[in-house]
């Protein structure tokens, strides 16, 4: 029997050792166990690395850190893919579109259907491997509500993940 979501890969990024710009790997994991089946990655940033990743799923939802300051720690926003041109790769690495564009090119089956979610973590990213309590206070409700979001974008196919996600 096949699990419900063995089509879905689920990435989170972050630095492991900057506290809250890792909430994307904490998140990850968090929405890898409500989703049975599901593959749940975690990398620092997104670069070739990914690709080796995402190669063979139907869906990737990818979950980072979003330090804008100017919403309440802990929302989540859910982006878009953007426009060819537009600049969003990081000085250490391609952007996504162009690992993207890459994998299509070589002919490898990459995923179709692609879910950004940022979490807002405010100014405040100390050392270390868990997050500030202010995050971490809000981070439940992040998760669940990412992970509702999902169900509904991506279809319902475990009416159990719900309650196993409130336990």
């Not at 878009?80 to 600049?87: K, S, T």
């Amino acid at each position: 029997m096949t699990e419900p979501w063995e089509g879905l890969v689920i990435v989170g990024l972050g630095n492991p050792l900057l506290s809250n710009d890792g909430v994307g790997r904490h998140a990850a994991v968090a929405l890898g166990c409500a989703f049975p089946g599901a593959r749940t990655e975690t990398i620092p940033m997104i670069g070739m690395d990914l690709l080796d990743l995402i190669i063979g799923h139907d869906t990737l939802v990818i979950v980072d850190a979003v330090a804008t300051g100017a919403d309440p720690v802990g929302k989540v926003t859910r982006f878009q893919i953007p426009d060819q041109g537009v600049h969003t790769a990081s000085s250490h690495g391609p952007d996504l579109n162009l690992v993207l564009a890459l994998g299509r090119s070589l002919g490898l089956r990459i995923p179709r259907t692609i879910r950004i979610y940022g979490i807002e973590i405010g100014t405040e990213v100390p050392y270390g491997e868990t997050l500030s309590p202010g995050l971490q206070a809000r981070f439940k409700t992040a998760v669940e509500s990412i992970a509702t979001d999902m169900r509904a974008s991506l279809g319902s196919q475990d009416s159990c993940a719900a309650s196993r996600m409130r336990g």
